[in-house]
């Protein structure tokens, strides 16, 4: 994994960061709804998973905002050249494992490798806590619409990495509607660029 090493003494949120990073909890939460018709759509049409569909929209639009590609090690911030995804996958008997998913530009090779990644990680590895800074964590709650989540964590001050929960989809009027909720460390990220990542990743799926 290639990463660069962030100047603290020239960087433009210096102040934000010294303020934030001495916070018992630094993360901060918004949930809204984006439209999901196209890319459910495309979904079915090409005959792929509408989980792994989403996910790549929402990796394509964090490996365009630099803010959620900065990772905070010991008492320095470092940004990471690409973001990969560490997901949780359901099993058979309803409890669920972890599993890296590596980022491709290519929706449907992404598709492909992240299905083999997953079947790998069922059959031979089973339950291994991510143990890379590279990643977003993401998880799906596809049985409920939400309007509020809140996530399990230890006060770690090295935990840095943004979280994405994918609710469960519903139809409002002629639309296809999901809630999406988006939480990050508010030393490295602010409200404006969770309302960037929610229009780019608008505006990825609108153009499916």
């Known amino acids: ?11 433009k949120r210096k102040e934000q960061y010294d303020f ?3 916070f018992d909890q630094p993360f901060f939460n918004i949930i809204a709804d984006i439209e999901v018709g196209p890319l459910y759509r495309y979904s079915k049409k090409h005959q ?9 929209s929402l990796l394509k639009t964090v490996n365009e905002i630099t803010e959620f590609k900065y990772r905070i090690e010991g008492e320095e911030v470092y940004e990471y050249n690409q973001i990969d995804a560490g997901v949780t996958i359901l099993m058979e008997d309803k409890t669920f494992i972890y599993c890296t998913l590596q980022y491709k530009s290519d929706l449907h090779q992404f ?4 299905k083999e990644a997953v079947e790998e990680q069922k059959s031979s590895k089973g339950f291994l806590p991510h143990d890379r800074k590279n990643l977003v964590y993401v998880s799906a709650i596809p049985w409920v619409s ?8 230890q006060n770690n001050p090295q935990d840095s990495v943004p979280r994405f929960v994918l609710g469960k989809f519903y139809e409002q009027g002629n639309k296809m509607k999901m809630p ?3 939480e990050a460390h508010h030393a490295l990220a602010d409200g404006y ?16």
């Open 146 to 153: 939400f309007s509020g989540f809140q996530h399990a964590r």
């Open 20 to 22: 934030f990073k001495k």
């Open 193 to 208: 660029h969770i309302g960037q990542f929610f229009e780019k990743i608008q505006e990825h799926i609108n153009t499916l």
């Open 180 to 182: 999406v909720s988006v």
């Open 111 to 114: 598709v492909k490798e992240a």
């Open 48 to 56: 792929l998973s509408y989980f792994y569909c989403t996910l790549h």
């Open 1 to 11: 994994m290639e990463y660069k090493k962030t100047d603290l003494q020239q960087w």
